[in-house]
C-alpha cells in the first residue's frame, strides 16, 4: 500500500515558478514509477510527467516540455515537479500518482494522491 501527500502549490504569477513535492508512505515506494497529472476546472484529468522507479527515465507532455522537471529521492520517498515559466493555461489541481510502470495513461496508476491547487494568474 503507498499513500501520497502532494504539496507546494499556490497563486503565482505567469512566468514564475512553483515546486512540487509528492511525499509518500510506504516501503515499497521506490519500486513505482510515479506521474504527475492536473485537472483544471470543467477538464479532463491529463498526463503531466512521470518517471521510473529508479529516476533513469522521464517523460513529459508536450504543453510542459522544456518548463517542467519531474525528478525523485527515494531515501526521502519524495517525487518533485519543479514548474518554470508558468502560463494561466497551467491553472490546475495537481495530482501525483504511483504505478508499477511509467505511463501517461491514468488507468496505469494505482495509488493517488488529494492533489494541491496551482493557480497562475496573468
Known amino acids: 500500500q503507498v499513500q501520497l501527500v502532494e504539496s507546494g502549490g499556490g497563486l503565482v504569477q505567469a512566468g514564475g515558478s512553483l515546486r512540487l513535492s509528492c511525499a509518500a508512505s510506504?516501503?515499497?515506494?521506490?519500486?513505482?514509477?510515479t506521474g504527475w497529472f492536473r485537472q483544471a476546472p470543467g477538464k479532463e484529468r491529463e498526463f503531466v510527467a512521470t518517471?521510473?522507479?529508479?529516476?533513469?527515465?522521464?517523460y513529459y507532455a508536450d504543453s510542459v516540455k522544456g518548463r517542467f522537471t519531474i525528478s525523485r529521492d527515494n531515501a526521502k520517498n519524495t517525487v518533485f515537479l519543479q514548474m518554470n515559466t508558468l502560463k494561466p493555461e497551467d491553472t490546475a489541481v495537481y495530482y501525483c500518482?504511483?504505478?508499477?510502470?511509467?505511463?501517461?495513461?491514468?488507468?496505469?496508476?494505482?495509488?493517488w494522491g488529494q492533489g494541491t491547487q496551482v493557480t497562475v494568474s496573468s
Open positions: 518517471i521510473s522507479w529508479g529516476g533513469g527515465s522521464t
Open positions: 510506504g516501503r515499497t515506494f521506490s519500486s513505482y514509477a
Open positions: 500518482a504511483a504505478g508499477r510502470r511509467g505511463s501517461s495513461r491514468l488507468s496505469e496508476y494505482d495509488y
